[in-house]
């Protein structure tokens, strides 16, 4: 069974936003083992490139496997695409890891390090919300995976 992982600087606070995720979590259980890796955010430095930095490190020390960064300037994909990347993915590596960055984004050497970037749109949506999409995407890809009629 594969392993999807998802870092992400921040933690969720709001119910509705852990009972979305537990609901995604417990529909994917069938097709993978997902973890969630929550970073502290940096919010104590003053400088945003000190910030993206610290939070940069700690987001390289947890990549593994086959890593896709979400990032609105990354490559914009229909469900149907990121579907067959997973796909692919789960091909090549037993685990694929999602990275989402903090509020001001990821450093440099993280997009540096993360050749592959996928953007679900242009618009910016909060990191919660953005967790929600992504999870719901890779739910999504399974059932269009296993030809489920869920994604129409």
């Known amino acids: 069974m594969i392993s999807i992982r998802v870092v992400c600087v921040g933690n969720l606070k709001e119910k509705f936003w852990i009972d979305a995720i537990n609901e995604y979590k417990k529909r994917l259980s069938r097709f993978c ?5 929550e970073l502290e955010e940096q919010n104590k430095f003053d400088n945003i490139e000190k910030i993206k930095a ?3 490190e700690e987001i390289l ?11 609105i300037n990354g490559k914009n ?25 903090g509020s001001y984004g990821v450093s440099e050497q993280v997009k540096l390090q993360i050749k592959d ?14 967790r929600v999409i992504l999870l719901e995407q890779v739910y ?7 030809n489920s009629k869920y994604h129409k």
């Open 54 to 56: 610290v939070e940069g």
């Open 140 to 146: 999504r890809s399974f059932m269009i995976n296993s």
């Open 77 to 101: 994909i229909s469900s149907e695409e990121f579907a067959e990347k997973i796909e692919d993915l789960s091909m090549q590596s037993s685990t694929i890891t999602f990275v989402i960055g």
């Open 61 to 71: 020390s947890k990549l593994e496997g086959k890593n896709i960064l979400l990032d």
């Open 117 to 130: 970037k996928v953007s679900f749109g242009r618009a910016t949506f909060p990191h919660n919300l953005a």
């Open 33 to 37: 083992r997902l973890e969630i890796i």
